[in-house]
């Protein structure tokens, strides 16, 4: 594989499964050293981590922290800088979904959600400007730091059972707009990936039910349901200096699921 990362430090939130692991194997296998954020399931990160450095590319360590508290966030990203010396590339891909409807979503649910989701991406987007600022002359980069957000259709899909879950996903779009303005004459990227029904086991309900899946399929114009593969590449460019150029914007990666599929028939 090509290796456009060499050299680079890189932070993946919630990186021990789903496409938080793919995306910190992908970075890896294109040369960047990698931190495996993770708050459940030391065992998966662990495999995880072995995965990585046994394929030879750059190295993992799994680091815990839980991204909606401010001091594990920043505890998170001294060790990092400890290991690593600093950082070039954050994945804010942590993320969490609570179904309930407004009428019965308790304050406690809602504020999970947005912590996970929203709070924790502005911490660590904090911490990790907060270190671009000082990355002078990354002889591996064009740029002094990227921050690639794990969003989602549902950005612009309103879901109903989902409304907490859209209003981060929403909230990330414009606050990575917003400061992607901020710090572009610093050298510094921010962009975001919007995946559609990416299989993995936040969703493992829809796809593991024959029903859940034809219903799935309506929606879905490429005919299939996407691999964690196919995000990781597109977060693997968007890091790289191939997207040099490219800063405040969202790479849709749905296999058509934005493109109103119900129109293919009728209007
Ligand atoms: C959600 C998935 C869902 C997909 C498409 C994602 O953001 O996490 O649960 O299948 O959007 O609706």
Same mark, same amino acid.
């Given at each position: ?16 499964s789903?496409? !938080?692991?793919?995306?910190?194997q992908?970075?890896?296998?294109e ?13 998966a ?8 450095? $046994? ?11 839980d991204?909606?508290?401010? *001091? ?5 990203? $001294? ?11 954050? &994945? ?5 979904? %609570? ?7 308790? $304050?406690? *649910?809602?504020?999970? &959600? %947005?912590?996970?989701?929203l ?16 990355? *002078? ?7 002094? !730091? $990227?921050? #690639?957000? %794990?969003?989602? #259709?549902?950005? #612009? +899909? ?10 981060? @996903? ?19 990227? +921010? ?6 029904? +990416? ?19 309506? @929606? ?5 349901? !996407?691999?964690? *593969? ?17 800063? !405040? ?19």
């Amino acid at each position: 594989m090509e290796k456009r990362l060499s050299g680079q430090k890189a932070l993946v939130t919630g990186a021990n499964s789903g496409i !938080g692991a793919a995306v910190a194997q992908r970075l890896a296998a294109e040369g960047a050293d990698v931190v495996i954020n993770w708050l459940f399931n030391e065992d998966a990160t662990r495999e995880v981590a072995e995965k990585i450095n $046994k394929a030879g590319g750059g190295k993992a360590i799994g680091i815990k922290a839980d991204v909606s508290n401010e *001091e594990q966030v920043d505890a998170m990203f $001294k060790q990092m800088f400890k290991e690593f010396g600093t950082i070039d590339i954050l &994945v804010n891909n942590a993320g969490i979904e %609570i179904h309930n409807l407004l009428e019965n979503m308790s $304050k406690a *649910e809602w504020d999970k &959600v %947005i912590g996970v989701n929203l709070t924790g991406n502005f911490l660590c987007s904090r911490a990790a400007v907060r270190q671009f600022l000082k990355n *002078e002359n990354r002889p591996h980069s064009r740029s002094r !730091g $990227k921050i #690639v957000n %794990i969003s989602s #259709v549902h950005q #612009v +899909i309103m879901w109903a059972g989902f409304s907490s879950y859209c209003a981060t @996903k929403a909230g990330i779009n414009l606050f990575a707009q917003s400061v992607a303005q901020e710090y572009a004459e610093k050298k510094i990227r +921010i962009n975001s990936v919007a995946p559609g029904a +990416i299989k993995t086991p936040i969703n493992q309900n829809v796809w593991s039910d024959p029903k859940g899946m034809a219903d799935l399929m309506t @929606k879905m114009p490429y005919g299939r349901m !996407g691999e964690v *593969e196919d995000v990781a590449a597109a977060v693997a460019f968007l890091s790289s200096d191939e997207a040099d150029y490219i800063t !405040g914007t969202t790479l849709y990666v749905d296999g058509g699921m934005c493109l109103y599929p119900e129109f293919r028939f009728g209007g």
